[in-house]
């Protein structure tokens, strides 16, 4: 079902996206540094509630291609580390493994090459888990020279300013919000609610101010 685009608040609607794959990049940190601790988690349940909150936006668009050129080059490298080392094989009995091969996975075998507002989500729920095992040294020293390499964690790494455009030109400031507040409330931490707070009044003072 075709949808008008939706004017927000937001000005060319970027900073939707930005907000969100961030919120989740740091959920994929909160988690992975949890199960480091040694606190029981659920990552796989946090994703799950995630996935339907994101899939309930009013959005049913997809994008062309993700980037080209130096996201193909990581995902030749991550390739290339399977092949040597297996890590499809391994993928489930090496979490680090998973987190890497979803980089890969995700927007390739997953999404048919296409951008799916859920999948780029994933993308940064996996790479925040990633991040952590790559900053405490665990996992192949040969993986951690690879990620050293690119920057998996931006967005801009993923897609352009004109793709995230267009894949928030169909959620209104409001739905934002909404989805922004639930995602939050999943992981009940106290110091994210105050800074998830601070955003949320600062895009209601730039919507009604």
């Known amino acids: 079902m075709f949808r008008k685009p939706i004017t927000c608040a937001f000005g060319n609607n970027m900073d939707i996206i930005r907000l969100l794959f961030t919120l989740i990049f740091n959920i994929g940190i909160y988690v992975q540094k949890s199960t480091q601790k040694g606190v029981k988690i659920d990552g796989k349940k946090i994703w799950g509630n995630i996935e339907k909150i994101i899939c309930a936006l009013p ?52 999404s048919d090459g296409k951008i799916i507002l859920f999948r780029l989500m994933q993308i940064a729920f996996n790479a925040g888990q990633l991040f952590v095992l790559h900053k405490m040294k665990k996992l192949n020293p040969e993986i951690d020279v690879m990620l050293s390499k690119f920057k998996y964690i931006d967005l ?46 600062f895009i209601i003072y730039m919507v009604y101010f």
């Not at 455009?165 to 995602?183: G, N, P, Q």
């Not at 994210?192 to 955003?199: A, D, F, G």
């Open 59 to 110: 959005t049913d668009i997809t994008c062309d291609k993700y980037s080209a050129g130096t996201l193909t080059a990581f995902h030749n490298e991550i390739i290339s580390l399977d092949n040597k080392y297996k890590l499809t094989k391994n993928e489930f009995s090496d979490m680090a493994n998973h987190f890497l091969l979803q980089l890969y996975n995700l927007p390739i075998k997953k």
């Open 156 to 201: 801009s790494f993923y897609v352009n300013d004109e793709q995230k455009i267009k894949l928030a030109s169909y959620i209104s400031t409001t739905d934002f919000i909404w989805v922004y507040i639930k995602i939050m409330c999943l992981t009940g931490n106290v110091m994210k609610w105050l800074k998830m707070i601070i955003i949320v009044c």
